[in-house]
């Protein structure tokens, strides 16, 4: 199974990303054995730096997402395609995963902005 996280750095050790479309790197984590992929934001292609995110989630054949907040259209992609979108600022990219196997994260469940996740 494969799990997205938006990262400020290529290493589990990174902090989860404040926000999904300005995120630095988007981290593809095989959980079965934790090996990463790693890509770098500013090389994805598109008209839509959102939607070019989004849809690498999907590419990845992603179950989840660990981000920050989210913008509309990217949330709309990934919820379209049922992919879980979980809250993980604040964390490091170990950690926020950990957390989402044990259901402790919280759930993005609408259009995430401002601080009402805190």
């Not at 989840?64 to 913008?71: C, E, S, V």
Request: proline share 1%; glycine share 6%; net charge negative.
């Amino acid at each position: 199974m494969n799990i997205a996280v938006t990262a400020d750095g290529q290493s589990l050790e990174s902090q989860v990303s404040e926000e999904f479309e300005q995120c630095l790197y988007l981290l593809i984590v095989n959980m079965d054995d934790l090996t990463l992929t790693v890509l770098k934001t500013e090389e994805l292609s598109g008209n839509s730096p959102n939607e070019a995110l989004a849809n690498k989630v999907l590419e990845y054949n992603c179950e989840a997402l660990i981000t920050g907040n989210i913008n509309q259209t990217a949330f709309d992609i990934l919820a379209d395609a049922q992919v879980t979108r979980y809250f993980g600022l604040g964390h490091s990219v170990k950690d926020a995963l950990e957390l989402s196997e044990k259901r402790l994260l919280k759930l993005i469940t609408d259009k995430c902005t401002g601080d009402h996740h805190h």
